[in-house]
């Protein structure tokens, strides 16, 4: 069995998802900058997990990457990997690649973009997109999760890239009588790039038509305070509810009850969300991306945001929402089912 090393943050939940599925067809081998998801353990023996436990946050700390070069190259070098797989071109992807130059060891790179990492990061300035260049440069093979981060990789390389969400494990059990037309669920990031005060002043317009309607919010970020004050302000704070972090299975009941799931992000590649929700039967509101409207076609199977976006967008789709139940469900079934991914991708990579 090949030796398929994986390198990244072994604390996300798509690390895990990648681990359980790459993990049917090869020896995984997991170095985490920063600590491992106790789930991984449980999936991956301990003398193949290499983590690094480094603090980096949203606002700062990604020169750690760095101290992660020498030890890598020395983990390379011990295990002998067929692939390395970097997670997030910009960081990890960087890293890697010094190793694939400076190991001595001849692996095949692949370099998975996450989103920012290729749409917001070789755009900062100049050293960035020399980052950037650099990790394609040395990789054998790309992966994306959405046509728009294909296409940026291939402006700034000729690698061959593979284009797939990172997607749902299985379709989920739901049925149209579980949702209640007056709930409303949003689970992005409470941050400036997640728009939640756009989302916000929407709900307060349609509340003010539906006395009934109910929002939950979900995650955590710098503006939870900021964003809970706006929600008193616009009086509508006994209507919406934040819940901060919740589990995967809380998670599901709030996208198998909600009628409509919100996120509208001003940048973002394909949002794993976006699918569960739609695999749930919700009706999406999102914004005006590539990577949504490649999923969401306005007024048919749920709304892209915008200015003439109100409550009377939403209810006049509402209309529909057996037909969208089935229609979103159907599209995740045939589009956007991980395992079936990954299949593809070890044939792929047998190729090469």
């Known amino acids: 069995m090949n030796k398929y090393m994986i390198v990244g943050d072994g604390g996300s939940p798509h690390?895990?998802?990648?681990?359980?599925e790459?993990?049917?067809?090869?020896?995984?081998?997991l170095v985490s900058s920063?600590?491992?998801?106790?789930?991984?353990?449980e999936v991956i023996p301990e003398d193949r997990l290499f983590p690094f436990n480094l603090t980096i946050t949203e606002s700062g700390g990604n020169?750690?990457?760095?101290?992660?070069?020498?030890?890598?190259?020395?983990?390379?070098?011990?295990?002998?990997?067929?692939?390395v797989n970097a997670h997030y071109i910009t960081s990890h992807g960087f890293v890697a690649a010094?190793?694939?130059?400076?190991?001595?060891?001849?692996?095949?790179?692949?370099q998975s973009a996450w989103g920012t990492d290729i749409l917001v990061t070789p755009f900062i300035n100049g050293l960035y997109r020399m980052v950037t260049r650099f990790s394609l440069k040395h990789a054998n093979l790309a992966t994306a999760d959405s046509e728009d981060v294909a296409g940026i990789i291939h402006d700034l390389s000729s690698l061959e890239t593979m284009t797939f969400p990172f997607g749902l494990d299985k379709l989920p059990d739901a049925l149209p009588q579980d949702k209640d037309p007056n709930f409303f669920f949003s689970n992005r990031t409470l941050n400036a790039n997640s728009n939640i005060d756009r989302i916000l002043h929407l709900f307060a317009r349609i509340l003010e038509k539906n006395e009934d309607a109910r929002m939950v919010v979900a995650n955590d970020g710098s503006l939870k305070?900021?964003?809970?004050?706006?929600?008193?302000?616009?009086?509508?704070?006994?209507?919406?509810?934040?819940?901060?972090?919740i589990s995967q299975d809380e998670q599901n009941e709030y996208y198998r009850k909600a009628q409509f799931y919100i996120s509208i992000l001003s940048s973002d590649a394909l949002s794993v969300s976006l699918l569960e929700a739609m695999a749930f039967g919700c009706i999406p509101v999102v914004s005006d991306l590539p990577a949504s409207t490649a999923w969401v076609t306005d007024g048919r199977n749920g709304i892209v945001m915008s200015e003439g976006t109100n409550p009377d967008t939403l209810s006049g789709i509402q209309g529909n929402v057996q037909t969208i139940f089935e229609m979103n469900r159907q599209?995740?079934?045939?589009?956007?089912?991980?395992?079936?991914?990954?299949?593809?991708?070890?044939?792929?990579?047998?190729?090469?």
């Not at 690390?15 to 359980?20: D, P």
């Not at 760095?66 to 983990?75: C, E, G, W």
């Open 225 to 245: 305070d900021d964003l809970t004050e706006l929600s008193r302000q616009l009086d509508i704070s006994d209507a919406v509810e934040f819940v901060g972090f």
């Open 98 to 110: 010094i190793a694939k130059v400076f190991s001595g060891h001849q692996f095949k790179l692949i």
């Open 15 to 20: 690390i895990l998802k990648w681990t359980k």
């Open 22 to 29: 790459l993990s049917r067809y090869f020896e995984v081998y």
């Open 34 to 41: 920063q600590d491992i998801d106790p789930k991984i353990r």
């Open 63 to 83: 020169f750690q990457y760095f101290s992660m070069i020498a030890p890598l190259i020395r983990i390379i070098k011990r295990v002998r990997p067929d692939f």
């Open 331 to 352: 599209l995740i079934a045939e589009k956007a089912i991980f395992p079936k991914s990954i299949e593809l991708f070890h044939q792929k990579l047998r190729s090469i």
